[in-house]
């Protein structure tokens, strides 16, 4: 089966400085990965996501993530945290669901705290 | 495109009423996706739509919950018999034929007194 493991629930950085949030992987073929945000009071939103094409993926607001297959990581970074950057992130695994279609399989969040 | 739309955002209930949440996909959209998120945990998938066919629903959906798309538009969840352990966060979302992106709606949070 398809997992994702988050391994920060936390993380708190200050302005300007580098973003790290490390995310781990199982699954049982090639996956199809994903980084989603989650703003208070708003819906979820996609930041990137990985489909075997290039191992380095470029997403939104800066945002880029590694897949790296001899470590199951897909750890999502920024070279500069804005304050507007503070939110739940979620490392997403895709599985393959009856219908033929792709179901979502979520890891747990890391609450990402920007300070002045 | 007005995004995923879901109503009410907040609902509060006593133990035992029965509730109903609305969700409007994104209209050329024809996957329909109903997830569930507590307090400090991710998403957790609950049932799948392909227009009006519920092709699949998670073990998390127990006899107390139905979910409908009766003409492949918008989607009902209905939970009967509110526990205190319902209370979450039940999110929607939608996706094109063959796409794998999802777009989630904004949520309706459910408080079961």
């Known amino acids: 089966a398809q997992s994702v493991t988050q391994l920060d629930s936390h993380v708190s950085v200050s302005e300007g400085t580098p973003v790290l949030l490390r995310c781990n992987y199982s699954?049982?073929?090639?996956?199809?990965l994903f980084w989603y945000v989650q703003h208070p009071n708003k819906g979820l939103q996609l930041l990137l996501k990985?489909?075997?094409?290039?191992?380095l993926v470029k997403g939104i607001n800066g945002f880029e993530a590694e897949f790296k297959k001899s470590e199951t990581s897909f750890h999502l970074t920024k070279p500069s945290a804005h304050m507007s950057d503070a939110a739940e992130y979620f490392c997403?695994?895709?599985?393959?669901?009856?219908?033929?279609?792709?179901?979502?399989?979520f890891g747990a969040g890391t609450r990402l705290a920007v300070h002045p | 495109d007005t995004g995923v739309s879901q109503n009410p955002r907040h609902k509060i209930t006593k133990r035992g009423q029965n509730v109903t949440f609305r969700c409007d996909p994104i209209?050329?959209?024809?996957?329909l996706y109903w997830y569930r998120q507590t307090l400090g945990q991710g998403p957790e998938f609950l049932t799948y739509?392909?227009?009006?066919?519920?092709?699949?629903k998670s073990r998390l959906l127990s006899d107390r919950f139905s979910a409908e798309r009766p003409k492949g538009s918008f989607s009902t969840l209905e939970i009967q018999r509110t526990e205190q352990g319902d209370s979450a966060m039940y999110l929607c979302?939608?996706?094109?034929?063959?796409?794998?992106?999802?777009?989630f709606g904004s949520g309706t949070q459910l408080s079961v007194l």
């Open positions: 209209s050329e959209h024809n996957r």
């Open positions: 990985y489909t075997s094409a290039a191992t």
């Open positions: 979302a939608s996706s094109g034929q063959g796409n794998e992106k999802l777009f």
């Open positions: 997403v695994v895709s599985d393959r669901g009856s219908g033929g279609y792709n179901k979502l399989i």
């Open positions: 699954s049982s073929y090639s996956p199809s």
């Open positions: 739509f392909q227009n009006e066919a519920q092709l699949e």
